[in-house]
């Protein structure tokens, strides 16, 4: 069955003539499912009962079941946790800023890039997540929260450019102004490094915000992180960081995670300061979450402030992720592999 949430206007206006309806109903279909967020088709109510029954028999409607939600009682985080049609689960992140709401979303159920730090990558992936599902995360935790989200961060499970067309597509129904006319800079895609489609990326011309998970910056110490670094060369990610630069205007972010004693010695500051200068490159510092399964340390919370510090001093643009939901396991995979356990 065709998967109605993940068609966009054209397809479903198209797909709606070849049944015999009428054109005007796709806009109200459409407008239902990307706009008023409705999980089901019967909540279509200016659709006659007839035709309601109809599209559920006939086509596949995505809606994600929220399985867990827990609010973080320090800033109002939630984490999400949803059950896919399958049964399979990914989590979610809803997280309130100053500048607005923003949602960090999954991918893909468990990711196979093997990141060592990584409690995504544990059990390998097991399947990509369609547009409709990407999409519904973000759809499910409106309706949840009532609140309007302006962000959107797809740093969550999964390798998105291991998505790539869905993850394209995804973008396209999210920018709609037709749908929720997010903007494309306000939406960011992390990625540990795939090479061609980052390039691939840079040419879609999405004005996207491109997020590189560097992480290393020798290809010696990032092979030890990233199994990716074995097929990508720091030297050909920076090439396309520059590509992407070039084609788009936007700059790109380096995601790097501070593992004590691993990659915050002098020689990788001075190693970082280069890479970043050389793209323009904006540098998030992540203080490394330990997970039960390895074993990386995180160094203290002066450590990190002072290899802050030595960048800006160095010129470079640079945050500290700002670590939210502390209290209900915020990092990245590690609710699902408490649920998965649990089971
Ligand atoms: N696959 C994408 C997005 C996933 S994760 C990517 O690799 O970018 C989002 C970010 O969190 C990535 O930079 C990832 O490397 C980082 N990350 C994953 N596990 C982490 C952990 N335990 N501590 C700190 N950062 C982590």
């Known amino acids: 069955m065709v998967d109605i949430k993940s068609l966009t206007i054209e ?22 499912m990307h706009v008023k967020l409705v999980r089901s088709f019967d909540e279509m109510t200016n659709l006659s009962k007839d035709l309601r029954d109809r599209l559920s028999s006939e086509y596949e409607f995505t809606s994600l079941k929220v399985e867990r939600a827990q609010e973080s009682a320090i800033d109002g985080t939630i984490k999400f946790l949803f059950e896919l049609s399958d049964k399979n689960y990914v989590e979610s992140v809803f ?102 489609k980052m390039k691939m990326l840079a040419d879609e011309k999405l004005t996207l915000t491109l997020a590189l998970s560097l992480h290393a910056v020798t290809d010696e110490k990032r092979k030890q992180l990233m199994p990716i670094a074995n097929k990508y060369s720091i030297e050909e990610l920076m090439e396309a960081c520059a590509y992407y630069f070039e084609k788009t205007g936007r700059r790109i ?56 510090n030595k960048l800006e001093k160095n010129g470079i643009n640079v945050t500290i992720r700002r670590e939210m939901g502390q209290d209900i396991d915020g990092a990245c995979g590690q609710l699902r592999r408490r649920k998965l356990t649990e089971e």
């Open 11 to 32: 397809e479903l206006e198209e797909e709606f003539l070849q049944k015999d309806l009428k054109r005007f109903r796709a806009g109200q279909v459409y407008d239902w």
């Open 253 to 308: 972010s380096f995601e790097y995670s501070l593992v004590a004693g691993v990659n915050d010695t002098p020689e990788d500051l001075e190693g970082l300061t280069k890479l970043a200068s050389r793209v323009k490159a904006h540098v998030n510092l992540i203080p490394v979450n330990p997970i039960k399964e390895r074993d990386f340390r995180r160094g203290s919370r002066e450590a990190i402030i002072a290899f802050k």
């Open 95 to 196: 997280m309130r800023y100053k500048h607005g709401n923003s949602v960090c979303i999954s991918s893909q159920v468990g990711c196979r890039m093997g990141c060592r730090f990584c409690a995504s990558t544990i059990d390998g992936c097991e399947r990509s997540l369609l547009p409709s599902e990407m999409l519904d995360q973000i759809y499910a935790i409106s309706r949840y929260t009532g609140e309007r989200i302006s962000n959107v961060v797809v740093m969550g499970m999964g390798e998105p450019l291991d998505n790539y067309d869905n993850l394209i597509r995804f973008v396209k129904l999210l920018t709609d102004e037709k749908g929720l006319n997010i903007s494309g800079r306000n939406i960011t895609v992390s990625t540990c490094g795939l090479v061609p």
